[in-house]
């Protein structure tokens, strides 16, 4: 089970070092700071809007899951400081892909 894998079954894991506990992003197998294994942590993880933006009718925004920032597509006008979650993603065409609500 990698975070590839599970992203492209559109499942959302935050890796996370077996040993140290620290968050590791990007998701590489080893932590960089101690090297243990990396597990992936399950959860609804909420995140934080840091900043959007707006091109052709669409927003778009970057959002914190702790450590861990994201750029995810949001259908309702976002504001700074939201509490979202991921309601889809995935991978198509080998581009990661993120929708918050």
């Not at 079954?9 to 990396?38: D, H, M, N, Q």
Request: aromatic letters at 10%; glycine letters at 10%; one cysteine or more.
């Amino acid at each position: 089970m990698t975070f590839e894998s599970e992203l492209a079954e559109g499942r959302f894991r935050i890796p996370e070092c077996a040993s140290c506990k620290k968050t590791v992003w990007p998701p590489t197998p080893y932590c960089s700071r101690c090297l243990g294994p990396v597990r992936l942590s399950d959860g609804d993880h909420t995140g934080t809007i840091a900043e959007f933006s707006r091109k052709d009718g669409e927003y778009f925004c970057m959002v914190e899951f702790g450590d861990v920032r994201i750029l995810a597509g949001i259908r309702d006008a976002p504001k700074v400081g939201q509490k979202v979650g991921i309601c889809r993603c995935g991978i198509s065409n080998g581009d990661y892909f993120f929708e918050v609500q």
